[in-house]
């Protein structure tokens, strides 16, 4: 079956990057992408961006960009996560799911079908 | 960026009585494609957020048929026909019709 399976928690100072994996199994990692979705203490999910497995195409919310790096390895069929210049409002629990990421016609189509089980990320000095 | 509010934001809920949550759009989610790009996802206590329903109406592999998502355009609705103790968390919509996709408030669903 389907399973992401996501690394440890994090504590980071302010300034320091972070970087969290999401290895993937249980179904064909060319076939979809896999989106990054936060949420904070006591709030609604946000997301992040998406990388297609097929190709390591990444797509980023415009808010994220210049700090927020997608990555794929095909070989281990992992996805990590990288945010850098980490602030006190970082903190969050971080979650990686499976996304086809497009639509039949090939524009942008969010379905978060399986996710991890998601990983706490907290900067505090 | 598209707004997604819901209402109720709390419901007390009766088990075996039925529930109903409201998702609205500030845009219309209705692709040219004739789908609507708007799914629903519950966050049970203390777990990850699962999808319920995609393209609107679509239920997800697994959900039991106790639970209905209807609506076009802005307006969305899921239903509990007979609601369960297993039924409580937060449920929340989602559309990605444009990017990035957004969720909405979310709703709180417990057992009275």
């Known amino acids: 079956q389907v399973h992401l399976l996501q690394s440890g928690p994090e504590v980071k100072k302010p300034g320091a990057s972070v970087k969290v994996s999401c290895k993937t199994s249980g179904y064909n990692f060319g076939n979809y992408g896999v989106s990054w979705v936060r949420q904070a203490p006591g709030e609604g999910p946000v997301w992040m961006g998406w990388?297609?497995?097929?190709?390591?195409?990444?797509r980023y919310a415009q808010n994220l960009e210049g700090r927020l790096t997608l990555t794929t390895d095909t070989s281990t069929t992992t996805v990590y996560m990288e945010l850098r210049s980490l602030r006190s409002d970082d903190t969050a629990v971080y979650y990686c799911a499976r996304d086809v990421g497009v639509d039949g016609s090939g524009s942008p189509y969010n379905q978060l079908d399986n996710w991890g089980q998601g990983t706490l990320v907290t900067v505090s000095s | 960026e598209i707004v997604m509010t819901q209402s109720p934001l709390s419901l007390p809920v009766t088990p075996g009585e039925p529930a109903s949550i409201s998702c609205r759009s500030s845009q219309s989610l209705l692709h040219s494609n004739g789908h609507n790009y708007m799914d629903w996802y519950l966050q049970k206590p203390g777990q990850s957020p699962q999808l319920l329903f995609y393209?609107?109406?679509l239920r997800a592999s697994g959900v039991p048929d106790r639970f209905s998502g209807s609506g076009s355009g802005t307006d969305f609705t899921l239903k509990i026909s007979r609601v369960e103790a297993e039924d409580v968390g937060v449920y929340y919509c989602?559309?990605?019709?444009?990017?990035?996709?957004?969720f909405g408030p979310g709703t709180r669903v417990d057992i009275k």
């Open positions: 393209l609107g109406s």
């Open positions: 989602m559309q990605s019709l444009q990017s990035p996709p957004t």
């Open positions: 990388i297609s497995g097929k190709n390591g195409t990444p």
